[in-house]
């Protein structure tokens, strides 16, 4: 699963909009949507925001973790 659609997954799973999640993990709403598209990857401190998140809202966090871990450039030219 490639990690925007892990991310989207997650959010629509604790019934947010990316307004709300933009807020919840102190960000812009443009960088939620760069996420789902893969046009950007989120950095460390992002990722630890997502994993208290997901945390809180008893959802999985290693689907995420392990696509951000496989992560490259190839994902954003599909």
Do not use: H
Not at 2 to 12: C, E, N, V, W
């Amino acid at each position: 699963m490639k990690l925007g659609d892990a991310i989207r997954i997650t959010r629509q799973k604790a019934f947010y909009t990316q307004k709300e999640f933009s807020e919840e993990l102190n960000v812009a709403v443009s960088t939620i949507n760069r996420w789902e598209l893969n046009k950007a990857k989120p950095n460390v401190k992002a990722m630890k925001s997502i994993k208290t998140f997901c945390e809180e809202n008893e959802l999985d966090y290693k689907i995420i973790e392990n696509a951000w871990l496989g992560y490259s450039k190839e994902v954003i030219n599909d």
